[in-house]
């Protein structure tokens, strides 16, 4: 009867193994899923801005805004500004 057992309650870890694997595969693709709604999300946003800031000529605004927020050099081109000052040390 022990051994039974013993098989038993090996073959359950088992399958609670399995399970526990498929439970993070499935959050994953949740997770990376809601990142991507989020990522769109930004991007129709900031498209939004973008025209209005053309359209109502505060383009020049915005690229103020950026330079106060930006730090990183990459990202600081895309709006024409040049390398991030550190005046903070």
Not at 27 to 36: G, V
Not at 48 to 72: F, G
Request: aromatic content about 6%; hydrophobic content about 35%.
């Amino acid at each position: 009867m022990a051994k039974m057992s013993k098989h038993r309650l090996e073959r359950l870890r088992e399958q609670r193994e399995k399970l526990n694997s498929r439970i993070q595969t499935v959050e994953a693709r949740l997770k990376t899923s809601e990142r991507k709604k989020d990522i769109r999300k930004k991007i129709l946003v900031g498209s939004y801005y973008l025209d209005a800031a053309e359209k109502n000529s505060t383009m020049v605004e915005i690229t103020s805004l950026m330079d106060k927020h930006l730090t990183r050099d990459f990202d600081r081109e895309l709006f024409g500004l040049g390398p991030f000052l550190n005046t903070k040390q």
